[in-house]
């Protein structure tokens, strides 16, 4: 069985108003197995059960590993970028700036909004 990893990195930074966003999509690794709707309701799934929600001390980084089928896993982060100020992120955010990585990316990517990073 071949192992295969994607990453999916997501940050997002700043304020609970999302703005400014700088994105790139991965060029290598495999594309999203599958229909893009069940990652999407994974993330929505994970963002809603606090993975990646709540309160982000100054650079800190939250992340998940879901494991897929055939040796597949999917890597999720976001990243408060800011170095002096502790921010909540709100499920919302959390599911629309993963959400926008899965669905704008065929191999996942990594986007910069307000403060925040999604990878």
């Known amino acids: 069985m071949h192992f295969t990893t994607t990453l999916a990195t997501f940050v997002l930074l700043g304020s609970s108003a999302i703005s400014g966003v700088e994105a790139k999509c991965f060029t290598s690794g ?3 197995p599958g229909g893009l709707n069940v990652f999407v309701a994974d993330v929505e799934r994970e963002c809603r059960r606090g993975a990646f929600t709540g ?3 100054p650079g800190e980084v939250k992340y998940k590993c879901i494991q ?3 040796g597949t896993k999917m890597e ?3 990243t ?3 170095t002096r100020d502790s921010f909540d992120l709100q499920d919302e955010h959390c599911i629309g700036g993963l959400s926008d ?3 704008g ?3 996942g990517g990594s986007s ?3 403060g925040w990073v999604f990878t």
Request: with cysteine.
């Open 55 to 57: 309160t982000f001390r």
């Open 30 to 32: 495999i594309t999203w």
């Open 101 to 103: 990585e899965i669905r």
């Open 80 to 82: 408060n970028k800011n």
């Open 112 to 114: 910069e909004k307000s």
């Open 105 to 107: 990316c065929s191999r």
């Open 68 to 70: 897929y089928g055939s």
């Open 76 to 78: 999720y982060s976001i």
